[in-house]
């Protein structure tokens, strides 16, 4: 299936605040609920322990991603360690970026400001992540993002829980239907996303949207190989590769990198 670069209504500048936060709540309670980043933990946290990171700089964080069912297993695989992680997006969600900072204040903190994942600010220095996000750039975005972390010399991880698989195009016709059962469950709690998804139910329609999109961008584990070839990055180790979810044919599919010895 070739990869087919649509637009996404989220990505839009003109989508509305509250419809965008919607989405990107509705995400984040999902790969939450269902776990779905378990399978890739215990290889960020070897990551981390053997490159020698503790702050990690998560890109494009959406409404916070998968951190919520990820860290506690993330401190128990790096024992003894001080594990900070600051959220960042282009269109910050600061209530999501709030809830999770305020459960985990010790180890999570977020930036206010908008932050472009391939010109990222020199004080934000740390491993560098990108959950679910990674496909929503083209070839030369994607190229950028990884060109920018080599430029300084930090470690990178990209993770995608979607791929261009028949199994998953079906799965996003279905997501409407999951939207109106958990949203009354999502926190924190917002009447304009139940008016969003109960009284006009743009909510709904966006993630099956964008869904069905994400899923036709999602870039191959060899189109990953590809893109590390045409870094200029020659000291760099870098991990391609799909962590298969139970026995579907489908998984979290991931590009990591590592410079032999991290920037002064």
């Not at 990551?47 to 951190?67: F, M, N, R």
């Not at 920018?148 to 470690?155: H, Q």
Request: one cysteine or more; aromatic letters at 10%; hydrophobic letters at 45%.
């Amino acid at each position: 299936m070739k990869r087919i670069h649509f637009f996404e209504i989220e990505d839009l500048a003109g989508c509305p605040k509250a419809l965008r936060d919607g989405v990107t709540d509705f995400l984040q309670h999902i790969v939450c609920a269902y776990r779905l980043y378990r399978p890739i933990t215990p290889l960020l946290a070897r990551t981390l322990t053997k490159s020698g990171y503790s702050h990690i700089v998560d890109l494009c964080s959406g409404g916070a991603g998968p951190w919520l069912s990820i860290i506690e297993d993330l401190q128990k695989e790096i024992p003894n360690s001080s594990l900070l992680i600051t959220l960042t997006d282009l269109y910050p969600n600061l209530a999501a970026f709030r809830q999770i900072r305020d459960r985990y204040p010790n180890c999570v903190s977020y930036c206010e400001r908008p932050v472009d994942a391939a010109q990222v600010s020199a004080d934000l220095t740390g491993f560098r992540t990108l959950f679910s996000s990674f496909h929503h750039l083209t070839p030369e975005q994607a190229q950028a993002v990884l060109q920018n972390a080599v430029n300084v010399r930090t470690g990178i991880a990209i993770f995608e829980s979607t791929q261009r698989h028949p199994l998953l195009l079906l799965y996003m016709l279905f997501t409407p239907l999951l939207v109106w059962l958990n949203t009354p469950f999502i926190r924190p709690f917002c009447w304009g996303r139940l008016l969003w998804t109960y009284v006009i139910p743009l909510i709904p329609l966006i993630v099956m949207f964008d869904g069905i999109v994400s899923c036709l961008r999602t870039y191959t584990v060899d189109e990953l190989k590809a893109m590390v070839v045409k870094l200029d990055a020659p000291d760099y180790k870098w991990e391609v590769g799909l962590e298969r979810i139970w026995r579907l044919p489908v998984g979290v599919s991931y590009l990591i990198g590592c410079p032999s010895s991290k920037a002064p």
